[in-house]
């Protein structure tokens, strides 16, 4: 059973366009939801993260929004470049006794291609 | 600074062989893991460690080892390959609890068992 549903599996758009990957959990007990980048032939690397305390967060043209009574997150890129071209994957993960319970809950990551 | 360093970066198997992942970090990082991509699949979890000599099971173990006698290494074993095991496989390290805090990712291993 996939705890964290990752959608669209693909998505391609035009340089300038704004993607958009959502996200949906189960798990209300899940309080810390990182995306992550992975270009081709890489590992993923963590890019921006948020807290169910907060409803946005913003790092540059990555922004997170998050919507904790439908249990959904999602992922805009401003201004995509073909350089954001990567697989884009959401996680989420909750506290447990001593932080050993803290593992993450992985999406099944979205293909984004942006055409020049 | 290296970050997370795995050998080797590719590999070829016979069905029934053995082999060992290497996965080497020199961030002081308690929390080591070993995932596998497949396509569509996502990250499946394979074992992580909270610390030196300590060693627990994942999403996915069954076929896979795993020994973190070193802080800084973290080795994952394939005692009998089968096809099945052909994946990318991903090690990562993150400092104290792994949930919250980033997982550093390595450039993964890509494994092929004929």
């Known amino acids: 059973q996939q705890q964290v549903k990752q959608s669209p599996q693909s998505l391609i758009v035009q340089k300038g366009g704004i993607p958009i990957i959502n996200c949906a959990y189960e798990?209300?007990?899940?309080?810390?939801f990182p995306w992550y980048q992975q270009f081709p032939g890489k590992g993923p690397a963590l890019l921006i993260a948020i807290r169910p305390d907060v409803s946005e967060k913003k790092e540059g043209r990555f922004t997170i929004s998050f919507n904790k009574s439908a249990k959904q997150f999602s992922l805009h890129i401003m201004d995509s470049q073909p350089g954001d071209s990567a697989t884009y994957f959401c996680?989420?993960?909750?506290?447990?006794?001593?932080?050993?319970?803290?593992?993450?809950?992985w999406g099944l990551g979205t293909s984004l291609a942006v055409n020049p | 600074n290296a970050g997370v360093t795995q050998t080797p970066k590719f590999r070829v198997l016979k069905t029934g062989q053995s082999m060992t992942l290497l996965c080497a970090q020199d961030?002081?990082?308690?929390?080591m893991y070993w995932y596998r991509q497949d396509p569509g699949m996502g990250l499946r979890l394979i074992h992580y460690?909270?610390?030196?000599?300590?060693?627990a099971k994942g999403e996915v173990p069954d076929g896979y080892n795993v020994s973190r006698l070193k802080k800084q290494n973290f080795l994952l074993g394939l005692e009998s390959a089968a096809p099945s095991q052909t994946s990318v496989y991903f090690c990562a390290s993150s400092y104290l609890t792994g949930g919250d805090q980033p997982q550093h990712f390595g450039d993964g291993t890509r494994l092929s068992i004929l």
């Open positions: 961030m002081n990082h308690e929390y």
């Open positions: 798990n209300t007990a899940f309080d810390y």
């Open positions: 996680a989420a993960s909750r506290g447990g006794s001593a932080g050993n319970n803290r593992k993450l809950i």
């Open positions: 460690s909270v610390g030196e000599g300590t060693t």
